[in-house]
């Protein structure tokens, strides 16, 4: 009965989320539902644990909502920005969760760490049939859904979006002050540009964003099968030319000469990273990688006559296809859930409400139905769009090793100078060679 609940708590969430603005939300759900309110979880009670981050509270009570009305049972919500602290000790006192929205690719690691521990349980079923179909061609196969790459989904994307560089749109784009660049040349040449006006090109919220850059422009340099045997630790990734093209571009990106001058800093201080985010929006730097959660975490210091906008990373050619990494939210379930062992069943569910949030769930079309405007604009289609989506796969747990710390970490070492570029890829090539070992 429980895992019944668990699978309509998902549908219901993806669901309720795609009434962003004017997106109206429709049906996604099993073979077996007849679409209508369905009170046979009555008496139930459900517990959810949330990471309370950009897309704000009101979403999740909205969702909670529609769940409760669809089937009738009671959903215990808890939300935290400090939801990895909470789960540690909720677990170690054996109060489990029934489900987890928590991403991977956060400072705690907290995701990885379960799924290196095998307390993440395979929820393939809750993807069959009708709702399988409804979702994004490959949103699925990546793994960002797929950890172990064993063909089994483990992790739910319920909410999506398009990474890229979010810049000062008053400042930069056609008849602005500085044109939008489309190649590094073109990009570190408008740092000049922008140096000379006091300006500077670029800088980031905190190191650990550049993860969505490095895999577009791992994609970018080598292509789709180069990217994915980087996901999987292939021994050339960083000795090969696409590999260090890949580490010399990042480390021009981020030398004195490019970085707005307390990136640093504010990234390694508690809050700084939306200093650093309210310098592209006061124009002191002019571009920094982000997704759409940025307009909303912004909202509140941003002026009403700013206008964002998103671009790809850079290319290094004009005639190549673009990369864009496609970043998921993903919602989950611990092996060890109470009731995680009963029947299986995936209802329709639909609600009217709206969110200022900028969410979009990876269901086909949902993009297009968003409102015309920035967010609209950073889902980037066409046919010289290539989307990249996936993680560096799950190993085995690697005793000292800080996967995020080696990859994205030593970049405010690279930064500052005290790390070069040859330190950094030599350490890589390390780490590349223990995951690789240590695969599942």
Known sequence: MKKDLLKRFLAVTMVSAMAVGSLAACGSGGDDSDGGKDDSGSGDVLKVAAFEGGNGADIWEKIVAAFEEETGAEVELTLSSELDTVLTRDIQNGDVPDVVYYNLGQESGFTETMLKENAVADISDVFEGELADKMLD??????????????????????????GFWYNATLVGEGKQYALPTTWDEFFALGQQAKADGRSLFTYPQSGYFDATIYAMLAQAGGTDFYNKALSYDANTWSSEEGRKVLDTVAQLVSSDNIFADTVSNANTDGGFKINQQAVIDGDALFMPN????????????????????MGVPKWSADESQAVYTFTEQMWIPSDAENIGLANK?????TGEESDAPIVVPVKGAADKLPEGVIKTSFQTGDDVVAVTGTWATTAPI??????????GVIDS???GNMTVDEWQSQLEEVWEKCAGALE
Request: hydrophobic fraction near 35%; charge should be negative; proline fraction near 5%.
């Open 138 to 163: 490959g949103i699925l196969d990546g793994t960002a859904a797929q950890p172990y790459g064993d063909g089994k989904i483990y992790l739910a994307p319920i909410f999506y979006t398009q990474t």
């Open 414 to 416: 690279i930064s500052t």
């Open 346 to 350: 995936t209802t329709n569910a639909e």
């Open 399 to 408: 005793e000292g090793l800080d996967m995020k710390g080696s990859v994205y």
């Open 291 to 310: 997704g759409s959660w940025v307009v909303g975490e912004m909202a509140n210091s941003t002026p009403a006559d700013f206008e964002w906008g998103v």
